[in-house]
């Protein structure tokens, strides 16, 4: 059984959780708290094995919490925010102080019940994390090379990643020369956070990071990634790549969702491109590999020390379809290599 704490300053909110997590078998909402204060005695008391953890609560905010936790009691901890430009901002600040997950509050499209589901889905995740030694600052492991590399829109190289995810694409892209093809990315995340990542990857990099939008051309030096809420795809016109953003059922409970992505990334690519799964939980991405490998392209999964979860790149090292298995310090070099 995971034992979760509920840390929320809104009373409507901790009831909704606990009412939707009381529903799966193997998650028991041991407490809540309203605030940072009463969460500090419940995770001492009670040793929950995840923590829900709002943003913007009173006394004090959940990035100063967080900071307590990590270094006083560090275990898994899932932001759950507002889909608010200033609440994105944060809960990509709260993943660099160690959260594993971010989750949007119920609101707009957004029901309680898809709520639920992907919270429960998260939790799971989460409780599996296993916390490991962060490199310190200034240390990104060997440098990518910055060889000369062909530029031409006929080289795609398509990512999907969960949980740990923005972490390893950081230190995947952060690393990346700006001649790199162009890169396309299913990352499992809420909307209007895909754009507050891609905005803060494109200040840390060489090569240009944004969310993508309907008809952005995918070119040399640029990498898109997917808007939440919605799937992206790769399409193609004469020698023009470029994707297309659409609503649609949710795939592995997941819009977007990285299967979407890499079948279209081996219609449209094929052999021209190189298809990568990084650390996550479930299967997303293992399939649509398969579908990328059989058309030709090329496949790295993610090594198991070096991922937060091991879930999606185990699940697509199953299919015997993955080319290379590589931990996260050495991917950028691999990937330069294979395209």
């Known amino acids: 059984m995971i034992k979760v704490l509920v840390v929320d300053d809104s009373a409507i909110v901790r009831k909704i959780f606990t009412e939707q997590l009381s529903q799966a078998k193997d998650i028991e909402v041991v407490a809540t708290a309203p605030d940072p204060y009463v969460a500090r005695d419940k995770i001492v008391e009670l040793r929950p094995d995840v923590v829900t953890l709002d943003i913007e609560m009173p006394r004090m905010d959940g990035i100063t919490f967080l900071k307590k936790i990590m270094s006083a009691h560090p275990l898994p901890v899932i932001i759950v925010s507002s889909l608010t430009p200033k609440g994105s901002a944060m809960a990509l600040e709260a993943l660099d102080c160690g959260a594993v997950e971010v989750l949007a509050k119920p609101g707009g499209s957004f029901s309680v019940g898809e709520m639920g589901a992907q919270l429960a889905d998260k939790i799971r995740a989460a409780s599996k994390v296993r916390v490991m030694k962060r490199a310190p600052a200034g240390d990104k492991g060997p440098m990518a090379s910055r060889r000369a590399i062909t530029q031409t829109t006929n080289k795609v190289i398509a990512i999907g990643s969960s949980t740990g995810g923005t972490e390893a694409l950081k230190d ?30 494109n200040g840390l990099c060489r090569i240009t990071i944004k969310e993508g939008a309907e008809n952005d051309s995918v070119l040399p030096g640029t990498c898109l990634i997917a808007p939440g809420n919605f799937h992206m795809l790769l399409k193609r016109s004469g020698a023009r790549y470029y994707v297309e953003c659409k609503t649609g059922p949710m795939v592995h409970h997941q819009r977007p969702a990285v299967d979407v992505l890499f079948k279209s990334v081996a219609k449209y690519a094929g052999g021209n491109a190189v298809g990568i799964v990084l650390t996550g939980m479930g299967s997303d991405g293992a399939e649509g590999l398969k579908v990328m490998k059989q058309a030709g392209a090329k496949t790295i999964a993610q090594d198991e020390a070096s991922s937060v979860v091991f879930g999606m790149p185990k699940e697509a090292i199953k299919t015997g379809c993955v080319d290379k298995v590589v931990s996260l310090r050495n991917m950028p070099q691999a990937i330069l290599d294979m395209v």
């Open 172 to 201: 995947i892209l952060t690393r990346l020369p700006p001649d790199t093809p162009g890169i396309v990315i299913a990352q499992h995340m809420p909307a209007n956070f895909t754009k507050a990542f891609a905005d803060r990857l």
